[in-house]
């Protein structure tokens, strides 16, 4: 009788045992992010939990444009990037299933404003484009357009970024930008002052779509990470990767530089998401020693 007992209290703690790994492993393939932090503003991202029990993962549309979709603790989300002309309100995505149906969800955004900047640059074709110039600039922006256009299907997308420069943040998203009192666009990324030749690195796995030596931009790289997700790395003052170069997180692309319109030397980082311009903070671990300047 007592060994019966003794057999049956073995096989029911190998049975708790066995149903915590099961759960366990389910657990963790059931990922929960922290990153991207969801920011629903102009220049932000929305995460939007997607109102739909299917399996496969759903093809998501913003404004004709597709959408980042990840699987996040069992549940599909979209993450949508905001462009800075987004209005407060409410917006609409379309959810198309496998099965061709299609669903449509509402979600929210909110204002927010952005500081001016003021800089004053001595070198005054960077501010008015002779004609040549402004061919060249033109060209440019074609090539960024192409690059920024870019959508690579691709499943299990890392958003937890890294900095891609040890330096200090000089320049931050957004800013309404006025070069020699005269406006001109946002700033779409974040300037990070460093020594020339500090080490630029990649800020997750990616490949290299696009290099180049820009007018406005100067040395540049942009890096696809997937679905949507772009990067860029600008007035570099080397570059040490090559077009379809694969890259893994904190590889070295280049050094910082001066390049193309600066009034030092930084490293210009730009992140697109559906080939929008987004804070790249959002993407990135909260680092005491930035400094809004």
């Known amino acids: 009788m007592l060994k019966n007992l003794k057999i049956i209290s073995i096989s029911l703690l190998l049975f708790v045992l066995f149903t915590q790994n099961c759960f366990s492993g389910e657990l963790n393939n059931q990922a929960s992010f ?173 490949r290299v779509i696009a290099t180049g030596n820009f007018y406005f931009n100067g040395n540049v790289v942009f890096v696809d990470h997937g679905q949507g997700l772009i990067t860029m790395f600008c007035h570099m003052n080397k570059i040490n990767v090559s077009k379809n170069q694969i890259v893994k997180k904190a590889d070295k692309i280049g050094e910082v530089g001066e390049t193309g319109r600066v009034t030092g030397a930084h490293l210009h980082f730009s992140v697109s998401l559906n080939n929008t311009r987004i804070d790249p903070e959002l993407l990135l671990p909260p680092i005491p020693e930035l400094k809004d300047k």
């Open 34 to 206: 922290k990153y991207p932090v969801h920011n629903p503003v102009p220049g932000g991202i929305a995460i939007i939990e997607l109102k739909t029990k299917d399996k496969n993962k759903p093809d998501v549309f913003y404004k004709n444009k597709k959408i980042m979709v990840r699987k996040n603790a069992g549940h599909w989300q979209a993450i949508v990037g905001l462009s800075l002309n987004t209005k407060s309100g409410q917006h609409k995505i379309k959810i198309k299933t496998k099965d061709k149906k299609l669903k449509y969800q509402i979600f929210a955004t909110k204002n927010k404003e952005y500081k001016k900047q003021y800089i004053t640059l001595k070198n005054k074709g960077m501010v008015t484009l002779s004609p040549e110039n402004l061919k060249r600039a033109i060209s440019d922006k074609k090539i960024s357009k192409k690059a920024f256009a870019t959508w690579l299907e691709k499943n299990n997308i890392k958003l937890d970024f890294i900095m891609p420069v040890d330096g200090i943040v000089s320049s931050r998203f957004g800013l309404k930008r006025f070069f020699n009192k005269k406006p001109r666009k946002p700033h779409s990324g974040i300037d990070i002052a460093a020594p020339t030749g500090t080490l630029i690195k990649s800020p997750a796995d990616g």
